[in-house]
């Protein structure tokens, strides 16, 4: 059991053909891994809203429909940090190119086999695998 306060937060696994955007962290938590970009829910915002605008931020793309994926409790206390639960969406990229941007210090699409030599956050590489071998469905 938690005993802290749990801090709602939001990434999102973008899928355009056959390779994923990731961001390369520059704060922690997770500072220098790769991960899907996202980040905090604000007072008021619904998932999806946040979702897009921590999308937007980090990396200035669209997508379209957001799918949940799951949800992930994150405990990084011991790094100053908090409790979150994640909430992580799937969606098929629709325009621009990723630049990075707020907390974020690379973003770009990588294929598979150049995900598998990335540092990663945990449970990445699974969803990643997921969403290149069709289990789940994305719209655009």
């Known amino acids: 059991m938690i005993d802290a306060k749990i801090v709602p937060a939001v990434s999102v696994a973008v899928l355009r053909d056959r390779s994923i955007m990731l961001v390369r962290r520059g704060r922690a938590p997770s500072k220098g891994l790769y991960a899907f970009p996202g980040g905090r829910v604000e007072n008021g915002e619904t998932l999806e809203d946040a979702a ?29 940090g908090a409790v979150y639960l994640l909430t992580v969406f799937g969606a ?12 974020a210090d690379e973003a770009a699409f990588f294929s598979l086999a150049e995900i598998e030599h990335l540092p990663l956050t945990d449970s990445t590489l699974e969803i990643v695998l997921e969403l290149l071998d069709g289990t789940v469905a994305l719209r655009a």
């Open 52 to 80: 897009r605008r921590e999308l937007m931020e980090e990396t200035g793309i669209e997508v379209g429909t957001l799918v949940p994926l799951r949800e992930i409790l994150i405990d990084s206390r011991d790094d100053g």
């Open 92 to 103: 098929r990229h629709v325009r621009s190119e990723p630049v990075a941007a707020d907390d």
